[in-house]
């Protein structure tokens, strides 16, 4: 009863345009200049709000998305955000906490290695982004293999008139200088070839987030990578 209450409660703040930047940018920012476990625990009513909010809103998604990509239809919020504490063992950076919020959305939820959707939320730094990230090995050569010998194919899906007005082409993170040794290197496409992660990114400005829009923005965004997705989801399933 508790958790419907609070469901409701979500969705009629998202309709007037207020739960995004109330509830959670603005914790996000006051989190990012607080950021040590006393702050943290004097507002952790404000976490549990914002929290509750971000899961509201991706739990309202993913209906919309399974009209396009069926593999999410089953999916529930809860599996697909990320928890907010930081591993700081091996980091230089001791801050306890991350300042932004995500879910990842596949079949599997955040522990899948993808194709996904995913949903990320920081004052100044919001985007959504789609592919694979951080593939194994044999999943990095599948996926290369895929685009190698469905180069017209690939490049026909990064260059989609709709997908370039919202995205920049592939996230090029750690990208390798060095053609893979698996590939001829007078491949004309050579450059597609070396990428370790196969992600694109869309940037949001806080109004758009904040926005009475941004449940269509998102599955605007989404609706728009999903070729690409399909693309890799072949290629790691081949």
Same mark, same amino acid.
């Given at each position: 009863?508790?958790?419907?209450?609070?469901?409701?409660?979500?969705?009629? $703040?998202?309709?007037?345009?207020?739960?995004?930047?109330?509830?959670?940018?603005?914790?996000?920012?006051?989190?990012?200049?607080?950021?040590?476990?006393?702050?943290?625990?004097?507002?952790?009513?404000?976490? +549990?709000?914002?929290?509750?909010?971000?899961? #509201?809103?991706?739990?309202?998604?993913? *209906? !919309?998305?399974?009209?396009?990509?069926?593999?999410?239809?089953?999916?529930?919020?809860?599996?697909?955000?990320?928890?907010?504490?930081?591993?700081?063992?091996?980091?230089?950076?001791?801050? %306890?906490?991350?300042?932004?919020? !995500?879910?990842?959305?596949?079949?599997?939820?955040?522990?899948?290695?993808?194709?996904?959707? =995913?949903?990320?939320?920081?004052?100044?730094?919001?985007?959504?982004?789609?592919?694979?990230?951080? %593939?194994?090995?044999?999943?990095?050569?599948?996926?290369?293999?895929?685009?190698? =010998?469905?180069?017209?194919?690939?490049? #026909?899906?990064?260059?989609?008139?709709?997908?370039?007005?919202?995205?920049?082409?592939?996230?090029?993170?750690?990208? !390798?200088?060095?053609? *893979?040794?698996?590939? *001829?290197? +007078?491949?004309?496409?050579?450059?597609?070839?070396?990428?370790?992660? =196969?992600?694109?990114? =869309? *940037?949001?400005?806080?109004?758009?987030? !904040?926005?009475?829009?941004?449940?269509?923005?998102?599955?605007?965004?989404?609706?728009?990578?999903?070729?690409?997705?399909?693309? $890799?989801?072949?290629? $790691?399933?081949?």
């Amino acid at each position: 009863m508790r958790f419907t209450f609070f469901n409701n409660y979500f969705v009629s $703040l998202l309709q007037k345009n207020e739960f995004m930047q109330k509830t959670v940018l603005d914790f996000l920012s006051q989190l990012e200049k607080n950021n040590n476990r006393e702050w943290f625990q004097r507002n952790k009513q404000q976490y +549990d709000e914002a929290k509750a909010a971000v899961e #509201s809103f991706v739990n309202s998604m993913i *209906p !919309g998305l399974a009209k396009f990509d069926e593999a999410v239809k089953y999916v529930e919020a809860k599996d697909c955000m990320f928890r907010i504490f930081r591993d700081v063992r091996f980091a230089k950076d001791k801050s %306890p906490y991350k300042i932004n919020m !995500g879910a990842w959305i596949t079949r599997a939820g955040r522990k899948s290695p993808g194709p996904g959707y =995913y949903i990320h939320l920081q004052p100044g730094g919001s985007f959504l982004a789609a592919g694979v990230y951080m %593939p194994e090995p044999d999943q990095l050569k599948k996926i290369r293999n895929e685009i190698y =010998y469905n180069i017209t194919e690939f490049k #026909s899906i990064l260059n989609d008139k709709k997908l370039k007005k919202i995205c920049n082409g592939l996230s090029d993170n750690d990208k !390798g200088k060095m053609a *893979p040794r698996e590939f *001829p290197k +007078d491949f004309p496409d050579i450059e597609l070839l070396k990428y370790k992660h =196969y992600t694109l990114s =869309y *940037p949001l400005r806080d109004e758009m987030v !904040g926005s009475e829009h941004f449940h269509e923005i998102v599955l605007m965004a989404f609706r728009t990578m999903y070729p690409f997705n399909m693309f $890799l989801k072949r290629a $790691l399933e081949g």
